[in-house]
């Protein structure tokens, strides 16, 4: 049975876990210290602790220790029940979903492990933003990509807003980083990954004439500023999604980059 | 010449039309009852603009007076100049992007004349959150959808958020609004549109196997709850983007209503 333990402290250092979770410079270097990510709401938590990482404690209004009770029951961790308002206090937001965990993270595979076996492959470069990085997870996974790569520089795909915004992808969808943002993309090669680029540059290759590959990576720059000009020269071809006829004299030439991860996601994904 | 006028009272009476951006409700009778809109940054001021709305007034800091030149002198609009700390005062938020427009609305077109010559459209039902229709409206203005139908209960794409998601392409795609949700549908099916409702039910059609035809509708549905049981009755086909392999056995079964459109708007103009 769980050990439900009432708190009612916002300052009390049981909960040092779950402070400020909006603070994204704190969160990094409080998660990072020790190890933990928080995940947010039942169905993450549950996907949380199905991929094998253990809890090291939940925070949570008394009403979810029932649904919860399998998870809770499985593990040692202690469980903190508390009013809403304490919970706003320690989170520094309205916690909706009720129910948080603090879990460990888990030691990351090796780039090399990570594609082994994989034909799709995403691999985003400079990804910085949170709610991108887990939205393009959820689509990945859901579309039948094997496998995604980030760059040194990418967003933590379990900050607690990217487990949020995935729907719990990312402890779906399996993931490593390179070491090394220069070299990556020849390691990629040296698989046999055709590298494809997506831009929204006019002189790119529309994604309905890619050429036939075995093993391909889709190279996923950030929002604006897109991939660096190194990946771009290093990708064997850049890829693009065919605008409507009319989206140019309208004006509207590019689409966010999740909405364009997605159908290019689908597009490499059909063959 | 633009008639540039210093403010630093955030109470100022003349600044009333940019009072507290982020409050929803009051927001939306606000620019119900005066019949305006608010255009935030650069880019965005411009297409509001160059789609033919007037402006009210303007408000932003003083290093917005330059680029914007153009735009200020064509109107007879008052151009208000304040520091960011009134900025920020009066909108409620820090104001990123430096310059905001109210601007006033146009009537809408009835949705027999935004149909009337277009092929391919998207038919909008509750989709009740600002940054979904503004990301759908980029979505389908970039993908080369000619017109957006909305149901009565969707939500405004001249809200601030959806238009700055947009990118300004609300003020792209033509759109009207329904009067009548009952009876709306079989109104398009009079003009000959197939009606596709996009669903992740397992037995709906795969995109990719939807029968050829001259005019089509994709007819969307709120995150999480979907379109309404009557629509997808009515529609003439329910389709689904078909997920990858894995992806139900990873558990993770949809995607999100803006990557979803995405993927359809693109599969659907293809031909």
């Known amino acids: 049975m769980a050990r439900l333990v009432s708190v009612s402290d916002p300052a009390d250092p049981r909960l040092a876990d779950y402070v400020r979770l909006r ?40 009403r979810w220790a029932g649904p919860l009770a399998d998870v809770l029951d499985a593990t040692d961790a202690p469980v903190y029940v508390a009013d809403d308002a304490t919970l706003e206090a320690v989170a520094g937001f309205q916690v909706h979903r009720g129910a948080l965990a603090s879990m460990e993270r888990l030691p990351l595979p090796a780039v090399d492990d990570v594609v082994a076996d994989a034909r799709r492959i995403v691999v985003c470069e400079d990804i910085v933003d949170h709610t991108n990085i887990g939205a393009i997870f959820r689509c990945a996974a859901a579309l039948g990509v094997d496998a995604a790569v980030l760059a040194p520089r990418c967003a933590d795909p379990l900050y607690r807003r990217s487990v949020k ?5 990312v402890f779906a969808l399996p993931y490593a980083r390179m070491a090394d943002w220069h070299g990556g993309l020849a390691a990629l090669r040296g698989h046999g990954f055709q590298l494809l680029a997506l831009t929204p540059a006019a002189d790119a290759v529309p994604l309905d004439d890619v050429a036939p590959a075995e093993r391909r990576a889709l190279l996923l720059g950030a929002e604006g500023d897109g991939l660096s000009s190194r990946w771009l020269r290093e990708a064997d071809a850049a890829v693009r999604i065919p605008m409507g006829e009319t ?15 997605a159908i290019a996601c689908y597009a490499l994904t059909r063959d």
């Open 23 to 62: 603070d994204v410079n704190l969160r990094k270097s409080l998660e990072a210290e020790h190890g933990l990510f928080v995940a947010e709401g039942e169905k993450v938590i549950r996907r949380a602790a199905g991929a094998g990482h253990p809890a090291r404690s939940f925070l949570m209004a008394r």
């Open 247 to 261: 989206a140019l004299a309208r004006g509207v030439d590019s689409l966010n980059v999740v909405a364009a991860a």
């Open 165 to 169: 915004v995935s729907m719990g992808a």
